[in-house]
């Protein structure tokens, strides 16, 4: 499944980090309230591992 969040209903449980290029990645280290989900979708792979549906909002 494929998840997306309203980012602000996260508040102060978002953390974003950096990778070695400067890029930031978001990250959630506790449990995710329910209210904060913006939408639910399922996703699947084919046999050679390439993904069939994918949604990606920047954030």
């Not at 930031?24 to 904060?36: D, F, M, N, T, W």
Request: glycine residues 8%; without cysteine.
């Amino acid at each position: 499944m494929l998840v997306s969040f309203h980012v602000g209903r996260l508040g102060n449980l978002l953390h974003y980090e950096f990778d070695e290029d400067g890029e930031r990645y978001p990250h959630v280290y506790s449990a995710i309230p329910i209210a904060s989900v913006k939408r639910v979708q399922p996703y699947g792979s084919r046999d050679n591992g390439t993904v069939t549906y994918f949604a990606y909002e920047r954030m």
